[in-house]
């Protein structure tokens, strides 16, 4: 596994997952993520830093990094924390929904927006399984990777 990181910038071709979901007023969830799947030969495309001070320089910057690595990744996660109810997140998943790429999803039991999701998801990408807890998308992620 190889692990890139806000705002490294990834130009390579091997299997990728980007991982969206929450990074403002919840848990690094992210890093457990990653630390789940390290035995997988997929490169992990993280948008949280490991530092962000915000500036209008600094958010455009990591839109543009998150928005570009989106478009990189050959396959997309999304975790829904209960802690936040994550509207980018949100907006990420509607265009991803869109495309044909793999997406996989996990949502906290907890999570306020979890029926739009899931009802959402049914309509327009039935074939996606929803996984609520990190460790059960870490498995699905892992059956993708061939791990």
């Known amino acids: ?3 890139i990181q806000c705002p490294e910038v990834y ?6 997952l980007f991982l969206a979901g929450g990074i ?16 997988t030969q997929l490169v992990m ?4 830093r490991k ?11 990591q839109i543009t990094w998150e928005y570009q690595h989106l478009a990189k990744a050959t396959a997309v996660s999304f975790w829904f924390p209960r802690e936040t109810p994550c509207p980018i997140t949100l907006y990420e998943l509607g265009k ?3 495309t044909s790429k793999p ?8 999570y306020v927006r979890k029926s739009d999701v899931e009802i959402q998801t049914s309509l327009i990408r039935p074939e ?3 996984i609520y807890s990190l460790e059960n998308l870490a498995q699905q992620i892992k059956e993708y990777s061939g791990n």
Do not use: Y
């Not at 130009?11 to 990728?16: C, D, H, N, Q």
């Not at 530092?51 to 910057?61: D, H």
């Not at 999803?105 to 907890?110: F, K, L, S, T, V």
């Open 1 to 3: 596994m190889k692990h």
């Open 11 to 16: 130009r390579g071709k091997e299997k990728s």
């Open 24 to 39: 403002s007023n919840c848990p690094n969830w992210q890093k457990d993520l990653v630390e789940m799947l390290q035995n």
């Open 45 to 48: 495309l993280n948008p949280r």
């Open 51 to 61: 530092e962000f001070k915000f500036s209008p320089k600094a958010e455009k910057e």
């Open 96 to 98: 991803q929904s869109m």
């Open 103 to 110: 997406i996989f999803i996990g949502i906290h039991p907890e």
């Open 128 to 130: 996606v399984k929803i």
